[in-house]
């Protein structure tokens, strides 16, 4: 066994790898760019080197400077992870040219699936059954169109070279097909440099399932069964699990050993996973093989009991598979997700910003959460966005995706968008939990699943209402604490006036609209309650703080909630997930100048939508400058005098923190 190895890769996958090494007393060197000089990974291994800039390409996938700090640190491997050098042929064998093992595969075999017209060759000599389509050499439109009407519309246009989605469309008829094939082809020159076309028959709701392989270097190849990714968005998996619903045994049988079949075809080692699309009545064909980790092992390892990235590491270093075929079962059933700070309902945009509150749930033999990140870490624009992936377990389908549900409630998250919300709504449809799984799921189910979990928000808002109070008298009594004289009047926050009813007025901003609400203090002490009106309906709150955990009683109705405060902005945590909103400051009235930076600081994280004026334009007293989008709605940002705008500070797109100067402005005369 290796006593050194460094890891080529960073967030989740580096720390995962580093965890199984430390059990087995390996040494691991991690690499790090300029952005993750902090990152968790970082601090997780036992030495870490800085291989460059923030941009992959100067740092995570230069592969020179990895083999450099290989060599420097006396590691005598390098695990690639999954992503970035991980399926590139070029790096395993500058690996072997270096003396140093790389963790998967031979650089031949890598090489041989790098192509999909290439391998669906080899896999249709290895008698692995393919998707009827053509994948020849002639590019020819006129021939590429001949092709489709013999394999029948609707067909789908593949990228040769590449993955992920791109390059790929779907064509429905002849008349759409010259569009659909320069469209396609411009996708994947642009992304791969290659713009090389497949055209398969696309089926129409079939399922994806792959199979886990393994191959040591002593002849010996075991399937560790099937994972199902039907749920996807833009041909990108969303949930994971294992084994696949309603999966035969008849079938399950056959698919692993078309995957040892492809393979042995290309003589692999160690982990890789055969991609196949499964029909309703049970026929599959060959997609792909990623030669590589993939990033949903984790089901495969919670029913199997088995670490693959341990088993990765003993077949690299020579050591036969831990286990034989008939040693391997299914133990159970696993789901996984993943967590991201993207927008979905922003057609899934990335979101990038400060992690203000990190609270996953507790792990445990049912839940496992696999992360890079910690609280107060940064989700930066240079990397994925993923936070992290959760992962279920229990014995059977129900169990686990009841305890999935939970796991998704519990998984607090404050100062970002996060998927968490459209994940629960994913999870919980009904047609879901049927097994009624398919590649098209999303989009057949969209309304359901892209709901606001909190509907209305009515629930929360009183919720909200009464945090702010209870924390705002816990503010003056802690200011009240450090002053000479405790008992000024001035230290009051109950709205105290004499004669007349305590009287609290609230503004909030909260599931982008504006509420006001009132407040009416009755009591003292324990026994006080405040007499909520919003809308024309009245409600009789009362409760208490405890940290950040809020135990609130609204109508004889008790329960307990998280709310943490970040960046001018509150995140709510209850059962129906995480709700924000924001105090909305009283209006002061228009005399009230404001020329300092704060009348142009950003009143809570969001983004530049639009700039009104260009630097040096003369502008009046009131005159819209910038429109920023917050919480869902737009917030103007006005001259608060005659003047102009020296600088704007960002430009339409940009994501904007809390509290940030917007731009510089001159007051005319000053």
């Not at 690996?95 to 963790?103: E, K, M, S, T």
């Not at 057609?347 to 990140?373: I, Y």
Request: proline residues 5%; contains cysteine.
């Amino acid at each position: 066994m290796f006593e050194k190895i460094l890891i080529a890769n960073r967030g989740e996958i580096a720390c995962r790898v580093i965890r199984t090494a430390r059990r087995l007393g390996i040494h691991t060197v991690a690499v790090y760019s300029d952005a993750d000089r902090d990152a968790l990974h970082v601090s997780m291994a036992d030495e870490a080197v800085h291989i460059g800039a923030a941009a992959p390409r100067e740092s995570y996938l230069c592969g020179e400077r990895i083999i450099a700090a290989a060599r420097a640190t006396g590691a005598q491997a390098i695990h690639p992870g999954y992503g970035f050098l991980s399926e590139n042929a070029a790096f395993a064998q500058l690996c072997a040219d270096n003396g140093l093992v790389f963790i998967g595969p031979p650089p031949e075999a890598i090489a041989a699936m790098g192509s999909k017209s290439a391998a669906k060759r080899i896999m249709e000599d290895a008698a692995v059954p393919l998707v009827p389509g053509y994948h020849g050499e002639n590019q020819d439109d006129a021939l590429l169109l001949a092709e489709a009407a013999l394999i029948g519309y609707p067909v789908l246009l593949k990228a040769a070279a590449g993955g992920g989605g791109k390059g790929m469309r779907r064509v429905d008829s002849a008349a759409e097909f010259p569009e659909a094939l320069a469209a396609a082809r411009r996708e994947s020159d642009k992304a791969f440099g290659d713009s090389h076309m497949l055209v398969e028959k696309c089926l129409i709701r079939p399922r994806h399932v792959e199979i886990q392989v393994f191959c040591d270097n002593h002849g010996n190849g075991v399937y560790l069964f099937e994972r199902d990714c039907s749920l996807q968005r833009r041909h990108q998996k969303v949930v994971e699990e294992a084994p696949a619903p309603g999966m035969t045994p008849a079938v399950r049988s056959a698919m692993g050993h078309a995957a040892l079949r492809a393979a042995e075809a290309i003589g692999y080692r160690g982990a890789g996973t055969v991609e196949f699309l499964l029909s309703a009545g049970g026929e599959f064909y060959f997609m792909e093989m990623n030669t590589r980790l993939q990033v949903e092992h984790p089901v495969t390892e919670m029913i199997t009991r088995q670490d693959l990235v341990e088993w990765q590491l003993r077949v690299a270093a020579g050591e036969p598979l831990p286990r034989r075929q008939e040693e391997l079962a299914v133990h159970g059933h696993a789901l996984e997700v993943r967590i991201y700070a993207e927008d979905p309902r922003n057609d899934f945009l990335p979101v990038t910003g400060r992690l203000a509150w990190l609270q996953p749930p507790q792990e445990s033999e049912h839940v496992r959460v696999d992360t890079g990140v910690v609280q107060g870490d940064d989700v930066s624009i240079h990397y994925d966005p993923m936070i992290a992936k959760l992962v279920v377990w229990d014995e059977t389908r129900p169990r686990a995706l009841a305890r999935l549900k939970r796991a998704l409630v519990e998984y607090r998250i404050g100062g970002l968008t996060t998927n968490i919300a459209f994940l629960h709504n994913l999870v919980a449809h009904p047609a879901f939990a049927a097994e009624e799984v398919h590649t098209a799921f999303i989009e057949q189910h969209a309304d359901a699943i892209f709901r606001d979990a909190g509907g209305s928000r009515a629930r929360q808002l009183p919720l909200a209402a009464l945090y702010l109070l209870l924390a705002r008298e816990r503010q003056v009594a802690e200011r009240a604490s450090r002053s000479a004289d405790s008992f000024s009047p001035w230290h009051l926050g109950n709205a105290w006036r004499m004669g007349e009813p305590r009287i609290h007025r609230l503004g909030l901003l909260m599931n982008g609209s504006a509420q006001q609400v009132t407040l009416e203090e009755i009591g003292e002490g324990s026994a006080r309650r405040y007499r909520m009106q919003h809308e024309g309906h009245g409600l009789m709150l009362a409760g208490r703080l405890e940290g950040n955990e809020l135990v609130a009683n609204v109508e004889a109705h008790i329960e307990r909630v998280t709310v943490v405060p970040h960046d001018r902005v509150y995140t709510l945590f209850d059962a129906c997930g995480a709700t924000e909103f924001a105090l909305v400051e009283p209006d002061l009235g228009e005399d009230v100048e404001h020329t300092g930076a704060q009348a142009f600081a950003a009143p809570m994280n969001g983004s530049v939508v639009t700039l009104l004026v260009d630097p040096g334009q003369r502008v009046a007293k009131g005159d819209a400058l910038l429109i920023m989008e917050a919480m869902k709605m737009e917030h103007t940002i006005r001259a608060p005098a005659a003047g102009s705008v020296r600088e704007f500070y960002f430009r339409p797109g940009d994501l904007v923190d809390g509290g940030a100067e917007l731009l510089a402005f001159a007051v005319d005369g000053a």
